[in-house]
């Protein structure tokens, strides 16, 4: 029975590979790029070849009939000299024919370059074999050039069928690149990794060495920490497309008959999409020939692939820039962040006591300036005793916050904000909060809003933005409400949202990531108590589905929540954006007989007062559904 199962479960597993591998959109493109090119040589063909074949008819007429008339020309000369001397007598016949020469000389010129294209070896043809090379030459946009089209059916089919072929088969060809370029990274990768054990083979490699390279216990400090970038060389992606042309002209040798130097010069020229047609492949062996050029042509590609992914960003960004987009550059730079910010946390707490101090006194002397204020002004009493409202702009909108996040967009809402004139609207303006590159951080605005909630989107995966919610009314805007959020990573659970169903019960909902969508086993859910401890802390529950309920938590307490991505290759996403939640209090029915004021009483004797341990921000606010 177990083997049974255990088939049941292999033949499962190779039905989905063949399904994913044989009906993706990459296999279908493919297709799709072969089929055009077939029905274009056939298209071709029929254009074309019955029109050659009447062209060369009617070409090899014209040579006979030029050739006739110049033998009947000296063959009526030379009878009228028949009794002259020999030599005055051809002299004079090749003066006297020298036009009807000429003709049959331009003829035969115009036979050759238009039936035979200038070739010597032998007459192209529009048989299915050369329009399929003319078709992947013209498509590929080398063009030897040997083989065109003459009729106005076949130059009219050429504009319209190359734009359309052009960019499919550009297309098609750097996703097949894109393939090969990610199996050369993770050939070098397994490399890379056999050459390190190699290199720590004689060493003794203890528990910290010999663990995963994402535990559990760890936070994501301690892993920046032992982060080391693998840099790819570019140098042997060329190396391997130079052998490749060495390999190339070989076989092309092999069916051509050419020097190895005519094959390497063709070769590369080929590949490197010039085509100057100087040089041709036969009828014969052109379908190889267009096989190994067009892998080069892929091999190409990729090349340009990987190098424009490492040092295309570097070289648009030089000097200051280019440093920064640096990943190693990058990585020392958040460490020195990390130091940073311990040491700034240090000094916070030494300069408490000034900190508390300093704002007593901002807001004593803001206390001061307000009552002068109200002196100079006056009273806004009207004389029947009716107060006048001035015309000011609205209040900002209050409870502003981030209700959820995901990759590319982030879901915003507020209360409505307090005005003398009915129709409010409200603007948002948000930017990216730090961008190195120019006109990174341009402010963007949405006008208009006349709800309370709001949705941006086309936003960058992964950034941090500045979001400014303004009321509008007719008097004017009121001043900023200023949110700040990160965007989801891409492979991170988007919109990750706490919805409170009772005082001590939390549900959690979530939305999959944006890529690899069909390769989630299931997710992680992290939660914890206790804000200020360390990830390795937190505690953690498996979740098949896209919800959970937390139910039984303390009353009138701070939740701290936060989720990720399992693959079934076991590999795992980063952690989404971190909700903090507050639970209810526990409420008494007042009915209830017994009830009394002691819960009243101890509460009010339970309120401590501010000291310097108590925080600038009250933690009164969450993120629940609006």
């Known amino acids: 029975m177990v083997d049974c199962f255990c088939l049941c479960d292999q033949t499962k597993l190779v039905y989905q590979f063949l399904v994913r591998r044989f009906f993706s959109p990459h296999f279908w493109l493919v297709v799709s790029c072969i089929f055009y090119i077939a029905f274009g040589s056939w298209i071709f063909q029929i254009l074309e070849g019955r029109n050659l074949q009447n062209l060369r008819e009617t070409t090899l007429g014209n040579v006979n009939g030029a050739q006739d008339k110049y ?16 030599e005055e007598a051809v002299k004079e016949i090749v003066a006297e024919t020298k036009e009807q020469f000429g003709e049959y000389v331009d003829t035969v010129h115009s036979a050759q370059r238009v039936l035979r294209h200038g070739s010597l070896d032998g007459a192209p043809s529009w048989d299915f074999k050369n329009s399929l090379i003319f078709t992947a030459t013209m498509l590929t946009s080398i063009g030897y050039g040997y083989v065109v089209p003459i009729t106005n059916s076949g130059r009219l089919f050429v504009v319209i069928y190359c734009l359309i072929g052009i960019p499919l088969t550009l297309l098609t060809v750097a996703n097949i690149a894109k393939f090969i370029s990610e199996t050369v990274f993770l050939v070098h990768y397994e490399l890379w990794k056999i050459w390190m054990r190699w290199k720590q083979k004689g060493k003794d490699i203890g528990v910290e060495d010999s663990r995963d390279l994402f535990n559990d216990s760890e936070d994501e400090q301690d892993i920046l920490d032992r982060v080391q970038l693998v840099r790819f060389p570019p140098l042997a992606v060329f190396l391997f ?21 005519d094959s390497l010069y063709f070769t590369f020229i080929s590949i490197l999409t010039v085509g100057f047609g100087d ?21 190409t590609t990729m090349c340009m692939d990987v190098v424009g992914r490492m040092y295309l960003k570097e070289i648009h960004y030089l000097g200051r820039k280019l440093q920064t987009n640096n990943p190693f550059y990058l990585i020392r730079e958040a460490k020195a962040r ?22 007593n006194y901002s807001e004593l002397a803001r206390k001061k300036s307000k009552i002068n204020r109200n002196r100079k002004r006056g009273s806004h009493v009207l004389p029947d005793g009716q107060f006048m409202f001035a015309r000011l702009p609205p209040d900002p909108p209050s409870d502003c916050q981030v209700v959820s996040t995901s990759a590319y967009s982030v879901r915003l809402a507020w209360a409505p904000a307090f005005s003398t004139d009915a129709p409010v609207t409200y603007n948002i303006r948000y930017r990216l909060k730090y961008s190195q590159q120019k006109g990174g951080n341009k402010v963007r605005e949405l006008k208009g809003i006349q709800g309370n909630a ?16 303004t009321a509008v009314s007719k008097n004017g805007e009121s001043k900023p409400v200023i949110l700040v959020q990160y965007t989801e990573p891409q492979l991170s659970p988007q919109h990750i949202l706490a919805t409170r169903l009772h005082a001590n019960t939390i549900e959690l909902t979530w939305e999959p990531p944006y890529k690899r969508t069909g390769d989630v086993k299931n997710y992680m859910v992290y939660w914890t108590d206790n804000p200020s401890a360390r990830l390795a802390d937190w505690e953690k529950v498996t979740v098949y589905g896209r919800k959970v309920v937390f139910p039984d938590l ?27 939640v507050k639970t209810e209090k526990l409420e008494f029915n007042r009915l209830c007989v017994g009830h009394s004021k002691t819960v009243e009483v101890m509460e009010a004797l339970k309120e401590s007062e501010c000291d310097e341990t108590t925080p600038l921000i009250k933690r009164d606010y969450a993120s629940f559904a609006a």
């Open 454 to 469: 709001a949705e941006i989107m086309s936003l960058d995966s992964c950034s941090l933005y500045e979001f400014r919610i």
């Open 71 to 86: 033998m009947e020309a000296v063959w009526k000369k030379a009878i009228e000299r028949k009794e002259q001397n020999l």
């Open 279 to 299: 040089m041709r492949p036969t009828g014969e062996h052109g379908t190889n020939v267009v096989l190994v050029v067009t892998g080069g042509i892929i091999l």
């Open 338 to 359: 990390r130091r940073r910010q311990a040491m700034a946390s240090l000094l916070a707490q030494l300069a408490k006591g000034m900190i508390f101090a300093h704002r």
């Open 241 to 261: 497309v130079f052998l490749y042309g060495l390999f190339g002209a070989f076989i092309i040798q092999r069916n051509e008959s050419w020097s190895y130097t």
């Open 554 to 580: 303390k009353y009138d307490w701070f939740y701290m929540f936060s989720a990720n991505a399992c693959f079934i290759d076991g590999q795992r996403s980063p952690l989404s954006r971190a909700l903090f």
